[in-house]
């Protein structure tokens, strides 16, 4: 087993072009820059990634991807289709990667859709993995306004509570902590994907972002508000 400084730690950015959500979403711009291009530099930026490419099937992906600073790995269709599972485009840039000479012993996904994660957030799933030694971590934030106890089902048109006994008059601040994946970063052992074909093993390890940090991308509005914030910050600190 190579040492914490001698283990090769590939960073892989997911990018399909058939995207349904949000149309083009990775070429989109966000603020003057094309969302891909966030994802790339928090990659490009951190100290603990050996190496990083981008994998899509599209060729304008692709190329605004290598304009911003990215190797591509061009995938085929079979693995860019809507119902494509992430482990199997996974085990595919790493079989590529390794057909290269490269070894490959963390994987860490940077889905671009996170647009707000930065490097030391990368850095920080690699070094937690290694420190933790659990088989994957998961980057989440403290759910606080859309706690589940705070949530319904509805069953004959009425609200039944999703959390059974939930807690009464309960104030925010007082109710128990849970935590919601964001979608920034997974990071896991090679032999996670590649021997057991999955990226979340059993034994998962949670890295806390802020929420301010961990707004993902999922329709348009998602976009409009997040170009918003991002060009009102520009014009605070130009």
Same mark, same amino acid.
């Given at each position: 087993m190579p040492t914490q400084?001698?283990?090769? +730690?590939?960073g892989i950015i997911p990018?399909? &072009?058939?995207? @349904?959500? +949000?149309?083009? #979403?990775?070429?989109?711009?966000?603020? &003057? #820059?094309?969302? !891909? &291009?966030?994802? !790339?530099?928090?990659?490009?930026?951190?100290?603990?990634? /050996?190496?990083?490419v981008t994998s899509t099937d599209d060729a304008e992906i692709a190329d605004v991807a290598k304009s911003c600073g990215s190797p591509v790995i061009m995938r085929p269709a079979h693995l860019a289709a809507d119902? /494509?599972?992430? /482990?199997?485009?996974?085990?595919?840039?790493? @079989?590529? +990667?390794?057909?290269?000479g490269e070894r490959v012993d963390v994987i860490v996904l940077l889905q671009p859709t996170a647009p707000l994660r930065i490097a030391a957030d990368v850095d920080g799933v690699v070094d937690l993995l290694i420190s933790s030694r659990a088989e994957t971590i998961i980057s989440v934030y403290q759910v606080e306004?859309?706690?589940?106890?705070?949530?319904? /089902?509805?069953?004959?048109?009425?609200?039944i509570p999703?959390? #059974?006994?939930?807690? #009464?008059?309960?104030?925010r601040q007082s109710l128990?902590?849970?935590?919601?994946?964001?979608?920034?970063?997974?990071?896991?052992?090679?032999?996670? +994907?590649?021997e057991k074909q999955t990226l979340v093993g059993t034994d998962i390890c949670p890295y806390i972002m802020p929420a301010e940090r961990s707004a993902n991308i999922d329709s348009e509005f998602d976009l409009e508000y997040l170009d918003f914030v991002l060009q009102r910050q520009a014009g605070v600190t130009a």
């Open positions: 400084d001698e283990l090769n +730690v590939l990018a399909r &072009g058939g995207s @349904k959500g +949000v149309v083009r #979403k990775n070429v989109r711009l966000l603020a &003057g #820059k094309p969302l !891909i &291009g966030y994802a !790339i530099d928090a990659a490009l930026e951190s100290r603990r990634l /050996t190496s990083f119902d /494509t599972p992430m /482990t199997p485009v996974l085990e595919s840039v790493v @079989k590529a +990667v390794e057909q290269d306004d859309h706690h589940p106890s705070r949530m319904y /089902t509805l069953r004959d048109d009425r609200l999703f959390v #059974k006994g939930e807690p #009464k008059n309960m104030l128990p902590a849970v935590y919601h994946r964001n979608g920034a970063l997974y990071a896991c052992w090679r032999s996670l +994907v590649m």
